[in-house]
């Protein structure tokens, strides 16, 4: 894992989800490649991008929007899911094992979302990355108003 967003659980379970989505709608019928095949795989896409885009983003409020971009592509994929069990796309089991692994991502990233929303009330504004493979993240506290130099994002 070369990539600080790779040690996060709900990307992780974004990318589980993601790959089965890929599986279930390499079935579809091809009349459905541009519809909900489509639709489904950009939904499911869109959880581990966004996860992965708001953690290289600087500030905790840019990681907050794409986190909230991120979940709510799991609503979407979650109607998808129900769609094409009603069309009979998939049986009951395959909705059930979908539905399963959505919400197992859905939960962790609710979790990364809380604590994301705690370190803004606690006034941290920077999403510091670590090049240390052993540490997750650091946050560094809002500067005061005196004229100290930022840190960069290093």
């Not at 094409?84 to 796309?89: A, G, P, S």
Request: hydrophobic share 35%.
């Amino acid at each position: 894992m070369g990539h600080a967003y790779e040690t996060i659980v709900a990307w992780q379970k974004a990318g589980d989800l993601t790959v089965e989505i890929y599986r279930v709608t390499d079935q579809f019928p091809t009349s459905e490649m541009y519809g909900l095949t489509s639709q489904m795989r950009r939904a499911a896409v869109s959880v581990p991008a966004n996860i992965a885009e708001g953690a290289a983003r600087q500030y905790m409020n840019e990681y907050q929007h794409y986190l909230y971009v991120a979940k709510s592509s799991l609503p979407e994929l979650a109607y998808y899911i129900h769609l094409t069990c009603r069309l009979r796309l998939i049986s009951e089991a395959t909705r059930s094992r979908l539905d399963g692994l959505r919400s197992d991502t859905g939960r962790p990233l609710q979790g990364l979302i809380a604590w994301v929303e705690q370190q803004s009330a606690r006034g941290v504004v920077l999403n510091k990355r670590i090049s240390d493979a052993s540490e997750f993240y650091a946050t560094c506290r809002e500067l005061s108003t005196d004229n100290r130099q930022r840190p960069t994002d290093n």
